[in-house]
């Protein structure tokens, strides 16, 4: 049974992140989503948040919901998994993924990491912005699914 890891910080969880689980379940029979968890930063959404929040949008049992402190090969390695997938929006972001796919090939010659173009509706969608927009009170309706919006309104406020 091909599984697949889709690693990422979803911080939210966008639209554009659901249309590449989604079609990684076309290619693959189960994917888990996991979640980088990184001390260096601080996280708008918990850990356990964003596992609720990506739960709640995805009703899909062939998906998968953990996180992962440390490198991402060493995950893929302990789940015993050969297939990382990243999407890729801009060609900005293929400069940094060829980066990481290599590293990670180095560093786990078993691994292959495969490569989806996000679709043209999200192309511009990245969390960080969508946080940015919904900080300053902006409808993110539309970029996120209807339960991280809510969770964005709670989040922001609490802040003001």
Do not use: W
Not at 16 to 39: C, E, T, Y
Not at 101 to 130: C, H, W
């Amino acid at each position: 049974m091909p599984v697949a890891i889709y690693p990422g910080s979803f911080d939210p969880l966008t639209n554009g992140h659901l249309s590449l689980i989604q079609r990684s379940l076309k290619m693959f029979d189960k994917v888990i989503v996991a979640i980088a968890v990184n001390p260096k930063k601080t996280p708008l959404f918990t850990e356990d948040e964003r596992r609720d929040l990506i739960r709640d949008a995805v009703k899909d049992d062939r998906v998968e919901v953990d996180a992962f402190h440390g490198l991402l090969v060493d995950y893929v390695k302990r789940r015993g998994v050969n297939v990382i997938v990243r999407g890729l929006r801009a060609v900005s972001d293929f400069e940094y993924e060829f980066q990481l796919a290599n590293m990670n090939r180095k560093l786990a010659p078993t691994v292959e990491t495969v490569f989806m173009m996000t679709g043209e509706d999200y192309f511009y969608i990245s969390s960080q912005l969508v946080r940015e927009v919904a900080s300053f009170g902006g409808d993110v309706t539309g970029l996120v699914p209807p339960n991280v919006h809510a969770g964005l309104q709670a989040k922001f406020a609490r802040k003001t």
